[in-house]
């Protein structure tokens, strides 16, 4: 039996534990592929936002107060449904997101992994004993933080919702998940199904999709404490500025526009395999995509060649009905936006060596060689598949170009003196960095984030970042006899 069969998901929302119809009504979940409906989705307002979130305090300190061998059986019957369900599950991430049937599997290992690593948070030491210069016990405790925003976006929406949603439930909270309305079904309904099933009690975790007023009630509710969000940078400062007037915790994870640095002494076949994935996987549509190519000048030309040839060979179509590397980007709009950044960076002087030409939603993997660095393809993140190559002269000058970013989330090199490349890494900015690999890779167990304008410094992912991120640490002091005070 699926995780949909015999239940009434079709327009409902999940709230207070049971699938109900959102105030806003409902809209269709529509396939980028081929725009059919595939569904209807419920919609909530701020007045759901409200309701549901005091049910949540309640439903939060009943889960906080169980056994910690439970709330972990609970993780790890998540991190095996998800494996269960892996054929339908990953079916909707092909059709809903737009996934290649090897990017939604990718996502399902990883949301079973980040339950399997949550699953291991309750059981960890949660304070420490602290020296007191009174007579007492003195303790330093970690406790939940409450109930957890976490606001999850289109592309990837299984692993951006899950490792939020796993390690704040684990550590004793309650969640309120708020997906992107564009793929609510995986990131949202499913989430809520698995957790449902696993046995998670009523109103520990609320599903809510909506647009932006419901994010902003989430946000400014007085019973969230903390915000987890996931998305791009400018809609990240506003939430950042909302939160940060409610004096709420906001955990970033935010744009980039991520580096490759291709030194003189790289393997040319090796470097642009790399290339061809850290800019085309998943049509681009991953925040740690490779935005740009910084290549050495003896390998420049042979590089852009290999590459333009490797990205006419990629074939583009619906994942859901044949072997294709790349699926459709999630829609007109955002399809729109990636081609105006390669035509503006065209009139700019950028060669189109391969793709900057779509048909409906497939975009084609795009090159774009000689590229300025103030052309908006190199400077601003595509979120699409496309590869802007620019000529380096020195390592000096590819230290320089890829630290000038604003951004500084992942960073990728390719040579074969590793030391070298770890002594380049070492002076450029980023959260992220990868020797001899391109710059999309993602583990439940490794502390994941950026800096800059990617993010807060927070990190997701490991035992340690997740902690920090979704609990508040209490002061505790014991006696054996009350105190006395001169008055």
Request: hydrophobic share 45%; charged share 20%; with cysteine.
């Amino acid at each position: 039996m699926g995780l949909l069969d015999g239940i009434d998901w079709q327009g409902n929302i999940f709230k207070n534990g049971e699938w109900t119809a959102g105030r806003g009504g409902d809209y269709a979940v529509i396939e980028p592929a081929t725009g059919n409906e595939l569904g209807r989705m419920g919609q909530a307002t701020p007045e759901d936002v409200a309701e549901a979130a005091s049910t949540a305090v309640k439903a939060q300190r009943e889960w906080a107060a169980l056994p910690h061998t439970e709330r972990a059986a609970v993780l790890r019957r998540a991190g095996d449904l998800w494996q269960r369900h892996a054929e339908e599950i990953g079916g909707w991430n092909v059709r809903e997101v737009g996934a290649v049937p090897g990017m939604a599997g990718f996502a399902l290992h990883v949301a079973a992994e980040e339950c399997y690593e949550a699953a291991s948070l309750p059981g960890r030491a949660i304070g420490e004993i602290l020296p007191s210069g009174e007579p007492r016990l003195s303790l330093a405790r970690r406790m939940p933080a409450g109930v957890v925003g976490v606001i999850a976006p289109f592309n990837v929406p299984i692993i951006l919702g899950i490792r939020s949603v796993a390690p704040a439930l684990a550590l004793g909270n309650a969640v309120m998940l708020k997906p992107d309305p564009r793929t609510a079904v995986t990131g949202g309904t499913l989430m809520a199904r698995v957790f449902e099933e696993a046995g998670l009690p009523p109103g520990v975790l609320q599903m809510l999709p909506g647009g932006a007023e419901v994010g902003e009630a989430l946000i400014t509710d007085p019973n969230v404490r903390v915000i987890s969000f996931t998305g791009s940078t400018a809609v990240g400062r506003r939430i950042g500025e909302l939160a940060g007037r409610h004096l709420k915790r906001a955990h970033l994870e935010l744009g980039g526009n991520s580096a490759l640095l291709v030194l003189d002494d790289a393997d040319v076949d090796a470097a642009v395999n790399l290339a061809a994935w850290g800019s085309f996987f998943h049509q681009g549509q991953i925040c740690m995509t490779t935005g740009r190519h910084l290549v050495a000048d003896r390998l420049y030309d042979d590089f852009v060649a290999r590459l333009a040839e490797k990205a006419d060979a990629l074939s583009v179509g619906d994942p859901a009905t044949g072997e294709v590397a790349l699926g459709p980007v999630i829609d007109a709009g955002q399809r729109d936006k990636i081609h105006t950044m390669v035509t503006a960076s065209a009139d700019q002087g950028a060669r189109i060596a391969a793709g900057g030409s779509y048909e409906s939603l497939f975009y084609r993997p795009t090159v774009l060689a000689d590229i300025p660095v103030t052309a908006p393809a190199f400077a601003e993140e595509v979120f699409g598949p496309v590869a802007p190559v620019t000529r380096v002269s020195s390592v000096a000058e590819a230290v320089e170009l890829a630290g000038a970013s604003e951004y500084g989330l992942s960073l990728g090199i390719v040579t074969r003196d590793v030391m070298h490349g770890l002594a380049v890494a070492e002076q450029i900015p980023t959260g992220i960095v990868h020797i001899n690999d391109q710059t999309v890779n993602d583990e439940a167990n490794a502390p994941f984030g950026g800096v800059r304008a990617s993010g807060t410094g927070s990190r997701f992912g490991g035992a340690t970042a997740n902690i920090k991120a979704f609990t508040e640490t209490r002061w505790i002091t014991m006696r054996g006899e009350p105190a006395r005070y001169p008055f």
